[in-house]
C-alpha cells in the first residue's frame, strides 16, 4: 500500500514557477514508477510526466516538455515536479500517481493516486 499526499500548488502568474511535490508513504517506494497527472475544469484527467524507478528516465507530454522537470529523491520518498514558463492551459488539479508495473501514460497503468493539488495561472 502507498499513500501520496501533494503540495506545492497555488496562484502564478503566467510566466511563473511553481514547484510540486509529492510525499509517498511505504518503505517500497523507491520500487514504483511515478506520475504526474493533471485535470483542468471540464476535461478529463491527462498525463504530464513521469519518472522510473530504475535510472530516474523520464517522459513528458508534448506541451509540457522543456518547461517542467520531474525528479525524486528516493531518500525523502518524495518526487518533484518543477514547472516554469506556466501557461494559462497548465491550470488544472495536478495529481500524483505510483504505478507497481509498466511506466506508462494512461490511467490505468498506476495503482495508487494522490487526493491532488490546485495549480491556477492567471494571465
Known amino acids: 500500500q502507498v499513500q501520496l499526499v501533494e503540495s506545492g500548488g497555488g496562484l502564478v502568474q503566467t510566466g511563473g514557477s511553481l514547484r510540486l511535490s509529492c510525499a509517498a508513504s511505504g518503505r517500497t517506494f523507491s520500487t514504483y514508477n511515478m506520475g504526474w497527472f493533471r485535470q483542468a475544469p471540464g476535461k478529463e484527467r491527462e498525463f504530464v510526466a513521469a519518472?522510473?524507478?530504475?535510472?530516474?528516465?523520464?517522459y513528458y507530454t508534448d506541451s509540457v516538455k522543456g518547461r517542467f522537470t520531474l525528479s525524486r529523491d528516493n531518500a525523502k520518498n518524495t518526487v518533484y515536479l518543477q514547472m516554469n514558463s506556466l501557461k494559462a492551459e497548465d491550470t488544472a488539479v495536478y495529481y500524483c500517481a505510483a504505478s507497481s508495473g509498466v511506466v506508462g501514460s494512461r490511467l490505468r497503468d498506476y495503482d495508487y493516486w494522490g487526493q491532488g493539488t490546485q495549480v491556477t495561472v492567471s494571465s
Open positions: 519518472i522510473t524507478w530504475i535510472e530516474s528516465r523520464t
